[in-house]
Nanobody
Framework: QVQLVESGGALVQPGGSLRLSCAAS????????MGWYRQAPGKQRELVAS???????NYADSVKGRFTISRDNAKNTVNLQMNNLKPEDTAVYYC?????????????WGQGTQVTVSS
């Protein structure tokens, strides 16, 4: 099992920056893929960014060039640096982990952290 705890959400003005962190309860070397998803009111949850143990990163088109995902192996955390934030980035951001064993992946979610971009 994996427990994930997010932090860093806040109210920020358009153009501002935030850094989200996700702390995992186990060594993230053992977690194949870690990522950030977001869900805005009335919308489906969507992938924001992900990173694999093999060093492959993936970003939603809407955040490319503005957001950066990174792993801190020493602290067992995955961070999401968000720059040039826009009102449409407002959402609850969830940390996600996927462990590929057997035929089905083990999937875990954090509780979410609120990001609000508004003047």
């Amino acid at each position: 099992q994996v427990q994930l705890v997010e932090s860093g959400g806040a109210l920020v003005q358009p153009g501002g920056s935030l850094r989200l962190s996700c702390a995992a309860s186990r060594n993230i070397f053992t977690i194949n893929v870690m990522g950030w998803y977001r869900q805005a009111p009335g919308k489906q949850r969507e992938l924001v960014a992900s990173t694999s143990t093999g060093g492959i990163t993936n970003y939603a088109d809407s955040v490319k060039g503005r957001f950066t995902i990174s792993r801190d192996n020493a602290k067992n955390t995955v961070n999401l640096q968000m720059n040039n934030l826009k009102p449409e980035d407002t959402a609850v951001y969830y940390c996600n982990s996927r462990i590929f064993t057997g035929t089905l992946p083990q999937i875990y979610w954090g509780q979410g952290t609120q990001v609000t971009v508004s003047s």
